[in-house]
C-alpha cells in the first residue's frame, strides 16, 4: 500500500505545471485593452485592436471586417509601440500603407489569417472536398462582400470580447434567414475554455469562433467548407502539422489537434500559429452529441493569391512583399446530418505568437496512470517476497542437522 502511494503521489507531481503543457506559461499575464474604430469616429466599417502589453513587448491584433474578416498580428519588442490608421486610404481601393505599427524599428514579427469564403456543396456521394465534382458546389459564399453589423457598442470589454455578425448582400433571390459571425476572444494569462473543444490558450493567443446559424442549405446533403488563407511577410514559410494523442480528456472522441505553424528564419524573431481540434459543434451548449468531423486538406503554397482589399494589404502592402498559403476546412462526415437538423455550425480555433500549446496529461489522468501502471507492478514485487520467503521457510524446515 505504501507503494502504492507512492506511485500516486508520483502522477500527481509529474502532472504539474510545466513548459508546453497546461500551465505552460503560468504565472505570465500581459495587460489587455480593446479599442474600436481607433482614429475614427464613424461606424461604418469595423475594426477592433486588441493591444496586449507584456514586461518590455506588444501583441497588436486588429480584427477588421474591411474587406474579407481578418486577423492581424504585430509583435513588437516595445511596450509602448502604437497602431496607426489612415482611414482615408484605408476605405479606398488602394489600401496599401493604411495601417502601420510605429515606432518601425519595434516591428520584429508580423502575420495575418483571412477568412476569405465559405464553400456550400452536395455531400450526397462523398463529404471529402477534394473528391467532389464540380457540380457538387452551389455558389460561394465570399465573406468579403457580406454586410456586417456595426461593433458600436457591442463589444465586450469585461470579456476582451467581441463579435462580427454578417449577413450575405445577396443570396440569389432565395431565403436568407441567417447569419455567419466570428466571436472573437483575447486572454491576458493562461487558461482552458470551459465549453468544448476546451482550447488552451496563454496571453499569447486570441480565440476565434466561426459559426453558422439559420443558414438555410441548398441540399438535404449539403457540407460547408471554410476557405483560409495566411499571410507571412517576405519569404516566410508556414507548416501545416498534426498532433496526435490517445489523451481525449478534454475533447472526448477527438484525438488530434492540427496547427499551421509559421517555419522559422533567419531574418525575422519569433513565429505564429493557428492551433484547432478536428471537430465542430451543431449547438451553441456543445456537447459530445453535437460533435461534427472536421477535415482539413494539404496547404496551398503555389499560385495563391490573396483575395480582396483588406488590412492585410493595406499593412503588408503590395503583393510582392509577402508570402501567402491557403487552407480549406470541411465540416461533416459522411452520416452526418447535424447541420440540416439544428442549422448550426461552430467551429473554434487560436491565432497566436510564439510557439502553440501543448496539451499534457492533467493530473487525474496522471494518478490513474500511476494506479494502474503500479498495481502489476506491486502485485508482481510482492508476488515475488512472498515466493522468496516460502522457499526460504521450505528451505530451513527440511534442513537435518548431523549427528
Known amino acids: 500500500m505504501l507503494l502504492l502511494l507512492l506511485l500516486l503521489l508520483f502522477g500527481l507531481c509529474s502532472a504539474g505545471p510545466g513548459l508546453g503543457g497546461e500551465e505552460g506559461t503560468q504565472g505570465y499575464r500581459r495587460k489587455v485593452s480593446l479599442e474600436y474604430n481607433p482614429g475614427w469616429n464613424s461606424s461604418e466599417a469595423n ?24 486577423a492581424l498580428l504585430v509583435y513588437t519588442g516595445s511596450d ?25 524599428e519595434s516591428v520584429l514579427y508580423s502575420t495575418a489569417v483571412v477568412f476569405a469564403k465559405v464553400y456550400e456543396y452536395n ?49 440569389g433571390g432565395t431565403a436568407w434567414n441567417g447569419s455567419i459571425s466570428f466571436q ?17 490558450h496563454s ?12 443558414v438555410a442549405p441548398r441540399s438535404k446533403r449539403s457540407r460547408f467548407a471554410l476557405e483560409i488563407f495566411t499571410v507571412e511577410e517576405g519569404s516566410g514559410r508556414k507548416e501545416l ?10 475533447t472526448p472522441t477527438i484525438f488530434e489537434m ?46 495563391v493569391t490573396l483575395p480582396g482589399h483588406g488590412i492585410a494589404h493595406a499593412y503588408f502592402g503590395p503583393e510582392a512583399d509577402y508570402a501567402v498559403a491557403g487552407l480549406n476546412l470541411s465540416f461533416g462526415g459522411e452520416d452526418s446530418e447535424a447541420y440540416q437538423e439544428k442549422r448550426y455550425l461552430s467551429w473554434s480555433a487560436l491565432i ?41 521457510k521450505r528451505r530451513y524446515s527440511e534442513y537435518e542437522p548431523i549427528n
Open 241 to 250: 502539422q498534426s498532433i496526435r494523442s490517445i489523451d481525449d480528456e478534454y
Open 352 to 392: 497566436g505568437y510564439g510557439a502553440p500549446a501543448e496539451d499534457t496529461f492533467s493530473p487525474l489522468v496522471m494518478a490513474i496512470l500511476a494506479v494502474a501502471l503500479g498495481t502489476p507492478v506491486l502485485l508482481l514485487v510482492a508476488g515475488g517476497i512472498t515466493v522468496c520467503v516460502v522457499a526460504q
Open 258 to 303: 492540427a496547427q499551421l505553424v509559421s517555419l522559422p528564419r533567419n531574418d525575422t524573431v519569433g513565429s505564429s500559429f493557428l492551433q484547432w481540434k478536428t471537430a465542430a459543434y451543431a449547438s451553441p451548449d456543445a456537447q459530445r452529441a453535437d460533435t461534427i468531423h472536421c477535415r482539413y486538406y494539404p496547404l496551398r503554397t503555389a499560385n
Open 203 to 214: 496571453a499569447n493567443t486570441s480565440k476565434v469562433a466561426f459559426i453558422m446559424h439559420g
Open 80 to 104: 509602448t509601440s502604437a497602431l496607426h490608421v489612415n482611414w482615408t486610404t484605408l476605405l479606398s481601393t488602394s489600401p496599401s500603407g493604411a495601417i502601420r505599427v510605429e515606432p518601425p
Open 123 to 171: 455531400g450526397a456521394n462523398t463529404s471529402d472536398l477534394s473528391q467532389a465534382q464540380a457540380g457538387d458546389f452551389y455558389p460561394a459564399y465570399d465573406l468579403a462582400n457580406f454586410t456586417w453589423d456595426s461593433l458600436d457598442g457591442k463589444w465586450n470589454r469585461s470579456d476582451l470580447s467581441a463579435t462580427f455578425r454578417g449577413v450575405v448582400s445577396d443570396h
Open 184 to 200: 472573437v476572444m483575447a486572454f491576458e494569462g493562461s487558461d482552458r475554455d470551459a465549453s468544448l473543444p476546451r482550447l488552451l
Open 47 to 70: 475594426l477592433l485592436h486588441v493591444r496586449a502589453v507584456g514586461r518590455n513587448d506588444t501583441l497588436h491584433l486588429v480584427w477588421s471586417t474591411i474587406g474579407a474578416p481578418t
